[in-house]
Nanobody, 127 residues
Framework: VQLQASGGGLVQAGGSLRLSCAASGGTFSNYGMAWFQQAAGLEREFVAGISRSGDKYYTDSVKGRFTISRDNAKNTVYLQMNILKPEDTAVYFC??????????????????????WGQGTQVTVSS
Protein backbone atom coordinates (compact mmCIF):
# COMPACT_ATOMS: atom_id res chain seq x y z
CA VAL A 1 0.00 0.00 0.00
CA GLN A 2 1.28 3.44 -0.93
CA LEU A 3 0.13 6.49 1.02
CA GLN A 4 0.32 10.09 -0.18
CA ALA A 5 -0.38 12.82 2.37
CA SER A 6 -1.24 16.40 1.44
CA GLY A 7 -2.92 19.51 2.77
CA GLY A 8 -0.35 20.88 5.16
CA GLY A 9 0.66 24.52 5.28
CA LEU A 10 1.09 27.66 7.34
CA VAL A 11 -1.90 28.91 9.30
CA GLN A 12 -2.49 31.34 12.14
CA ALA A 13 -3.54 30.14 15.56
CA GLY A 14 -7.28 29.53 15.64
CA GLY A 15 -7.37 28.61 11.98
CA SER A 16 -8.16 25.34 10.22
CA LEU A 17 -6.57 22.88 7.83
CA ARG A 18 -7.73 19.63 6.28
CA LEU A 19 -5.16 16.94 5.64
CA SER A 20 -5.79 14.20 3.11
CA CYS A 21 -4.11 10.85 2.66
CA ALA A 22 -4.73 8.96 -0.56
CA ALA A 23 -4.04 5.22 -0.62
CA SER A 24 -3.23 3.03 -3.56
CA GLY A 25 -2.13 -0.52 -4.20
CA GLY A 26 -4.38 -2.28 -1.72
CA THR A 27 -7.97 -2.73 -0.58
CA PHE A 28 -8.41 0.47 1.41
CA SER A 29 -11.44 -0.72 3.36
CA ASN A 30 -9.34 -3.52 4.89
CA TYR A 31 -7.02 -1.10 6.68
CA GLY A 32 -7.16 0.77 9.93
CA MET A 33 -5.85 4.27 9.31
CA ALA A 34 -4.25 6.89 11.51
CA TRP A 35 -2.48 10.21 11.66
CA PHE A 36 0.70 10.75 13.66
CA GLN A 37 2.61 13.94 14.31
CA GLN A 38 6.31 14.50 14.74
CA ALA A 39 7.54 17.82 16.06
CA ALA A 40 11.16 18.82 15.65
CA GLY A 41 13.42 16.78 17.92
CA LEU A 42 10.60 14.62 19.26
CA GLU A 43 9.26 11.15 18.58
CA ARG A 44 6.37 10.44 16.28
CA GLU A 45 3.14 10.41 18.28
CA PHE A 46 -0.40 9.25 17.67
CA VAL A 47 -2.99 11.95 16.86
CA ALA A 48 -6.11 10.20 15.54
CA GLY A 49 -7.14 6.84 14.19
CA ILE A 50 -10.11 5.24 12.46
CA SER A 51 -10.75 1.53 12.30
CA ARG A 52 -11.94 -0.45 9.30
CA SER A 53 -15.45 -0.27 10.70
CA GLY A 54 -15.26 3.49 11.27
CA ASP A 55 -14.59 3.68 15.01
CA LYS A 56 -12.61 6.81 15.82
CA TYR A 57 -9.89 7.44 18.38
CA TYR A 58 -8.08 10.62 19.40
CA THR A 59 -5.26 11.69 21.64
CA ASP A 60 -6.54 13.91 24.45
CA SER A 61 -4.90 17.11 23.21
CA VAL A 62 -6.94 17.17 19.98
CA LYS A 63 -10.33 15.95 21.18
CA GLY A 64 -13.01 18.46 20.21
CA ARG A 65 -10.71 20.16 17.69
CA PHE A 66 -9.68 17.46 15.18
CA THR A 67 -11.90 15.03 13.30
CA ILE A 68 -10.71 11.97 11.42
CA SER A 69 -12.84 10.48 8.65
CA ARG A 70 -12.48 8.09 5.77
CA ASP A 71 -14.04 7.73 2.33
CA ASN A 72 -13.60 4.16 1.17
CA ALA A 73 -14.92 4.99 -2.30
CA LYS A 74 -12.08 7.49 -2.72
CA ASN A 75 -9.45 5.44 -0.85
CA THR A 76 -8.78 8.49 1.28
CA VAL A 77 -8.55 9.36 4.96
CA TYR A 78 -8.91 12.92 6.18
CA LEU A 79 -7.95 14.91 9.24
CA GLN A 80 -9.97 18.08 9.76
CA MET A 81 -7.98 20.30 12.11
CA ASN A 82 -9.81 23.22 13.73
CA ILE A 83 -8.84 25.75 16.39
CA LEU A 84 -5.20 25.10 15.61
CA LYS A 85 -2.59 25.98 18.21
CA PRO A 86 1.15 26.66 17.86
CA GLU A 87 1.82 23.38 19.69
CA ASP A 88 0.13 21.53 16.80
CA THR A 89 3.11 22.47 14.62
CA ALA A 90 4.66 19.26 13.32
CA VAL A 91 5.06 17.00 10.33
CA TYR A 92 1.92 14.90 10.03
CA PHE A 93 2.13 11.34 8.74
CA CYS A 94 -0.69 9.03 7.72
CA UNK A 95 -0.34 5.33 8.40
CA UNK A 96 -2.19 2.09 7.70
CA UNK A 97 -2.42 -1.34 9.23
CA UNK A 98 -4.35 -4.52 8.55
CA UNK A 99 -5.04 -5.64 12.10
CA UNK A 100 -8.49 -6.73 13.28
CA UNK A 101 -11.02 -4.24 14.65
CA UNK A 102 -10.80 -5.87 18.07
CA UNK A 103 -7.03 -5.52 18.22
CA UNK A 104 -7.19 -2.02 16.73
CA UNK A 105 -9.61 -0.84 19.43
CA UNK A 106 -6.93 -1.50 22.04
CA UNK A 107 -3.75 -0.76 20.11
CA UNK A 108 -4.68 2.06 17.72
CA UNK A 109 -2.02 4.37 19.20
CA UNK A 110 0.90 1.96 18.81
CA UNK A 111 3.27 3.26 16.16
CA UNK A 112 4.90 -0.14 15.66
CA UNK A 113 1.56 -1.73 14.69
CA UNK A 114 1.34 0.34 11.50
CA UNK A 115 2.78 -1.31 8.42
CA UNK A 116 2.58 1.48 5.87
CA TRP A 117 3.47 5.16 6.12
CA GLY A 118 3.05 8.22 3.94
CA GLN A 119 5.79 10.79 3.38
CA GLY A 120 4.49 13.43 5.79
CA THR A 121 3.09 16.91 5.36
CA GLN A 122 4.24 19.96 7.32
CA VAL A 123 1.77 21.90 9.45
CA THR A 124 2.97 25.18 10.92
CA VAL A 125 0.76 27.22 13.24
CA SER A 126 1.88 30.76 13.96
CA SER A 127 0.93 32.60 17.13
Amino acid sequence: VQLQASGGGLVQAGGSLRLSCAASGGTFSNYGMAWFQQAAGLEREFVAGISRSGDKYYTDSVKGRFTISRDNAKNTVYLQMNILKPEDTAVYFCAANAISNAYYSVNYYRRDDYDYWGQGTQVTVSS
